[in-house]
C-alpha cells in the first residue's frame, strides 16, 4: 500500500476547519504541519486569542507554525522542513510567493467559498448575499501567484435560502468544501481530474466587508436592506441610529422579513410584539430581532417592553 501523501494545510478562518479536520481523519493523507496567522488581542482587554485553525490543530495534536509574513525566507524554508507533496489552502488570509507555490510535488489547492471566477477575494460569503443571488458554491482550485485566478478542479453549488444569512451559509459552504475537497484530491493526485483555466467572463472581486457597510440607508428598497441584515449577520452587523431622546443610540437589526408598506424612508410605520415596520424607499421591512448598544440581543417584544418608539418615528 502507498504511503498517504504529506499534506501541509494552510488556513486562519473558521469556515477552513472543517476542511483540516476532514484531511487530519480521513486515513488519505498524513497532516504534516499547520500554517496560521498570529493570534491577535482581542475584545476590551486586548488578550491575544488564537484563531480558530489553532485551535482545531491543537485538538488535533498537530504541528502548528504562525508566520507574520509567509514570504520571508526563514518562514519559506520552515514548510519546506515538512517536505510536503501537496499544500491545502482555505482562508489563510495571506497570498502565497511563488518559494512556496512551488515547493510542493502535486502543487497547493485551495478551497473557495464561491462559484468562481465570481466573488475572487476574501468576503465572497457576503456579497453573493448583497447581490441577491440565487445560489452560490464552493471551488476547488489550483493556487497561482493571482487572487483566486487559479484554475479549477471542481465545484458544488447550494441555493441561497431566504432564511439563509451569512452564518448559515458559512457553516454550509464550509461543510461542502471540506466534502468536496476529499472528494477531488484522489483524482487531482491520479490525474483524472484535470485543471480546467477560470473564464475570463464573470470575474467579480468581493472586497473586505467593514464596519462601516452595516450602517442601513432607509431610502434604498426594502430588499436590499433585507440583504444586507442577512450578508452582515453576525459581522458587522446591520444597524440604524435612533434619534431618542435624552440620547440618540445605536440600534443593531439582527433579523428581519419583507413585508408591505409605504411611508418617509426610515418612518416607523407600526410596531407590536411581532415586530416594527419601518417604511423603505421601496415598500417595508419588520425587524424581530434588535440590539441597543451596550445591551444583549432581543426580540422587539423584549426591546419595547424597556424602550420608548412609535409610529412616526424615524430611524436614520
Known sequence: MAAPLRVVFMGTAELACASLESLARSGQFEVAGVVTQPDKPQGRSLQLQPPPVKVAALTLGLP?????????????????????????VAAYGQILPKSVLTLPRHGCVNVHASLLPKY???????????NDDPETGVTIMMMDEGLDTGAILTQRRTRIEPADNAQ???????????????????GYVSGTIQPVAQPAAGALYARKITKDDGRLDWKLPARTLWNRVRAFTPWPSAYTKVAAQPQPYSLK????????????????????????????????????????????????????????????????
Request: proline residues 6%; aromatic residues 6%; contains cysteine.
Open 64 to 88: 502548528i507554525f504562525q508566520p507574520i509574513k509567509l514570504r520571508q525566507e526563514p518562514a519559506v524554508q520552515t514548510v519546506a522542513q515538512w517536505r510536503p507533496d501537496l499544500i491545502i
Open 120 to 130: 475572487r477575494g476574501a468576503a465572497p460569503i457576503q456579497w453573493s448575499i448583497l
Open 168 to 186: 448559515t451559509l458559512h457553516d454550509r459552504l464550509a461543510r461542502l468544501g471540506a466534502e468536496l475537497l476529499l472528494e477531488t484530491l484522489p
Open 253 to 316: 437589526i439582527w433579523a428581519a422579513d419583507l413585508v408591505a408598506g409605504q411611508g418617509s424612508p426610515g418612518e416607523i410605520l407600526s410596531l407590536d410584539a411581532e415586530g416594527l415596520v419601518v417604511a423603505c424607499g421601496e415598500q417595508a421591512l419588520k425587524i424581530t430581532a434588535v440590539q441597543k448598544e451596550g445591551k444583549r440581543r432581543m426580540s422587539v417584544r423584549e426591546f419595547l417592553a424597556g424602550n420608548a418608539l412609535r409610529p412616526g418615528l424615524s430611524f436614520e
